[in-house]
């Protein structure tokens, strides 16, 4: 008789949850708002807990009934305090018997492509961080303290970098680049001013200077000097995290270890993952680059895999990564 698992990938706009059987089938998925605990009060994070298993028992009475783990990546959920408070939440929404694990975010992106095996896994969409869990189940992050103080290779920081070097440009104080005249074209702006108009008087100007990554991209792919620097010298940063990360978890290791790059930043993996890829097995051959082919809340199902005891094959692999296409 089949047995169920759930894994759920939580963060401050969206979550989304999956019940797998222990055959890799999905049987389901759900979509609900946030539930970073650090984003929205506990009465709708409660809430928003409350609308996603619901519809779980709504579409799959009878598999809810034999679900036995929940594995949970939640984003703020990396403090003792907040964990507990998500577990508690959890907790009232699911019959006792269910075992429930919380761990950040995080974890689910490493899974992904680790499926459940220790490693190290780098993040860069709007922010960035690099995380990894060694094989005592030690955990450690090297940066990832936000925009203002961090999130390098992210890709807010790629596209304030390339912001900045188009209006350095149009000052003369910076090289010439064709970066101006691409963000002329994306803010329909005639001048530097008007550039920054636009987005000052946005309402989301951290997604629009994130946004900003892929003209740099573009630009790169046209052998801008500038844009070239530029990602050169994000690589560069990316690496010396993961090389930092592997000293704290992994020192003295000389087996595999695997890398995992996801995250918007690494969606074109003709630009930025194979520099990487480059740099890292330059400095150290036991570092396998992997991009993975799974979404985070695929690696929250390998979790609780993981968790429930359940044998991740690669049959169940790849049953599972052609139902999550």
């Known amino acids: 008789m089949n047995s169920y698992v759930i894994g759920i990938d939580g963060g401050g706009t969206k979550t989304e949850a999956v019940l797998a059987d222990d055959c890799g089938n999905i049987i389901t998925t759900v979509k609900v708002g946030p539930t970073n605990p650090n984003a929205i009060s506990e009465i709708k994070l409660l809430q928003t807990f409350e609308e996603l298993f619901n519809q779980l028992k709504d579409r799959t009475s009878v598999c809810f009934k034999k679900v036995t783990t929940i594995f949970a990546g939640i984003s703020g959920a990396a403090s003792k ?143 801008d000097i500038v844009s070239k620097q530029i990602i050169l010298g994000v690589s560069n940063q990316i690496v010396n995290n993961i090389q930092t990360l592997r000293k704290q978890l992994f020192d003295g290791c000389y087996g595999n270890i695997e890398v995992i790059l996801c995250g918007g930043v690494f969606n074109d993996q003709t630009v930025l993952l194979p520099i990487v890829r480059r740099k890292l097995f330059a400095s150290d051959i036991n570092l396998s680059v992997i991009a993975p082919k799974l979404p985070p809340v695929g690696g929250a199902v390998a979790g609780a895999f993981m968790k429930s005891g359940k044998e991740l094959n690669s049959k169940v692999i790849e049953r599972f990564i052609n139902g999550m296409k």
């Open 81 to 223: 305090e907040s964990s507990q408070q998500i577990y508690q939440i959890i907790s009232r929404c699911v019959p006792s018997w269910i075992s429930i694990h919380i761990e950040p975010d995080s974890i689910n992106a490493l899974y992904s492509g680790t499926y459940g095996k220790p490693g190290i896994v780098q993040i860069c969409g709007t922010g960035s961080i690099t995380y990894g869990m060694n094989d005592n189940m030690v955990h450690g992050r090297v940066g990832g303290w936000g925009h203002l103080f961090g999130d390098e290779g992210s890709g807010y920081d790629i596209g304030k970098q390339g912001i900045s070097a188009a209006l350095e440009y149009f000052d003369g104080r910076g090289l010439e680049t064709v970066l101006l005249h691409k963000f002329y074209n994306e803010y329909q702006a005639e001048n530097g001013r008007e550039i920054i108009e636009r987005i000052y008087k946005s309402s989301n100007s951290k997604q629009i200077i994130s946004a900003a990554s892929k003209i740099v991209f573009n630009a790169f792919k046209e052998d």
